[in-house]
Nanobody, 127 residues
Framework: QVQLTESGGGLVQAGASLRLSCTASVRNFGDYAVGWFRQAPGKKREFVAAMSWTGNNKYYADSVKGRFTISRDHAKTTVWLQMNSLKGEDTAVYYC????????????????????WGQGTQVTVSS
């Protein structure tokens, strides 16, 4: 089991930016596909962004395309979610998820592909 830790959440005004970070307890985190999901109060968990283990393929929910960017540092110890032009509807708990799979397809948008989850970090955007 991989322990994932998210950080970087907070309270911001609409239009602001935040960068979420996800670190893992394993040394080979670079071999994992990683996804970001979010859950707003009273709503189901939804896909936000994902990146294949190679980093060659990235996928985004339509609602965040052009505003959010998923990336990984060169040492492959941290995965980030850069969130720009935040909106009130982005308010949610954001979860990092990881899977030791070699998928390079948009099935990485499904939470069923992931077997490791962080505890989440709260993002609140005031309108």
């Amino acid at each position: 089991q991989v322990q994932l830790t998210e950080s970087g959440g907070g309270l911001v005004q609409a239009g602001a930016s935040l960068r979420l970070s996800c670190t893992a307890s394993v040394r080979n985190f670079g071999d994992y596909a990683v996804g970001w999901f979010r859950q707003a109060p009273g709503k189901k968990r939804e896909f936000v962004a994902a990146m294949s283990w190679t980093g060659n393929n990235k996928y985004y929910a339509d609602s965040v395309k052009g505003r959010f960017t998923i990336s990984r540092d060169h040492a492959k110890t941290t995965v980030w979610l850069q969130m720009n032009s935040l909106k009130g509807e982005d308010t949610a708990v954001y979860y990092c998820a990881a899977a030791d799979i070699l998928l390079e397809s948009d099935t990485l948008a499904s939470d069923r592909e992931y077997d490791n989850w962080g505890q989440g970090t709260q993002v609140t955007v005031s309108s």
